[in-house]
């Protein structure tokens, strides 16, 4: 609008004003059609655009951070520091008689949105798997529940096995468990962070890897401890890693992920 006033004051003043307006009018016309037909043009090809069904959005890409054995006087604030830089949620499966210690760290991660998991209260496997009754583990599960929700007035719904179901469970405990309310979650990707000699660059090497292997659709689900330093090194560098393959971070629940072959019932 500016430019055809500068136009046209531009040929209308001085001499020989009328030819030179009636010429600066041809050009105003002419350039006012030309549009006119190119946005006709553009019209009839966005038409054509029409009926083309955009791809359906890929499903988001879900990891989840799971931490075990906490908590830890030194390592557990360390670690809920690192998540709330990176406003990363994380499930804390922590065990019983660290909980009677630190009921203040459970609270704290509580009050910072992690989920909570029931590790047990002894974390004793001779106590939890010794004999043929799941009355070990149910009860040490029972007493860590309690304790739990003496602290933040929640019952947890998932629990870990200390040192996983393979090997630990018998026939009548994995019977037992889907009957008991309890979700059992294990884990698809083991950072290593409790195998003797582990470093933080192993803990890097052994999640990169293992989420490189995984089947489509199966997502990261982490072993990790808040027990270990080179843990607590390691875990900006995952948590890195995986925003770099496209992931985004949620807590398991007792619904969320769906089931899972061996890793979650
Ligand atoms: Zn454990």
């Keep these: 609008m500016k430019d055809i006033q500068v136009v046209k004051m531009k040929f209308t003043s001085g001499r020989g004003g009328t030819k030179q307006f009636v010429l600066a009018t041809l050009i105003v016309v002419g350039l006012w059609s030309m549009g006119a037909y190119t946005s006709a043009a553009g019209t009839a090809l966005k038409d054509r655009r029409i009926p083309l069904v955009p791809p359906p959005p890929a499903p988001p890409k879900i990891a989840y951070l799971t931490i075990d054995d906490g908590p830890e006087a030194t390592y557990t604030p360390q670690v809920l520091e690192v998540l709330r830089r990176y406003k990363v949620r994380a499930t804390f499966f922590v065990v019983g008689y660290r909980v009677q210690t630190h009921p203040e760290i459970l609270l704290n991660t509580y009050y910072d949105g992690h989920q909570i ?33 003496s602290i933040i007035g929640i019952r947890p719904k998932i629990t870990r096995p200390p040192g996983g179901a393979a090997g630990n469970f018998n026939a ?60 607590v090194v390691a875990l900006p560098v995952i948590i890195d890693f995986l925003k ?22």
């Design 117 to 149: 998991g029931n590790h047990t209260f002894s974390h004793r496997y001779a106590e939890l798997y010794g004999g043929p009754s799941p009355d070990g583990y149910l009860g040490s599960l029972k007493q860590n529940e309690d304790l739990i929700n």
């Design 172 to 231: 009548t405990l994995y019977q037992v468990m889907p009957t008991t309310g309890y979700r059992t979650t294990l884990w698809t990707v083991n950072s290593g962070d409790t195998e003797p000699g582990a470093t933080t660059q192993t803990m890097i090497g052994n999640v990169q890897a293992q989420v490189a292997a995984l089947p489509p659709g199966t997502p990261p689900i982490i072993l990790m401890h808040d027990t270990h330093a080179d843990t």
């Design 244 to 265: 770099s393959q496209g992931y985004r971070f949620d807590v398991i629940t007792k619904n969320q992920p769906p089931n899972l072959a061996n890793a979650l019932f």
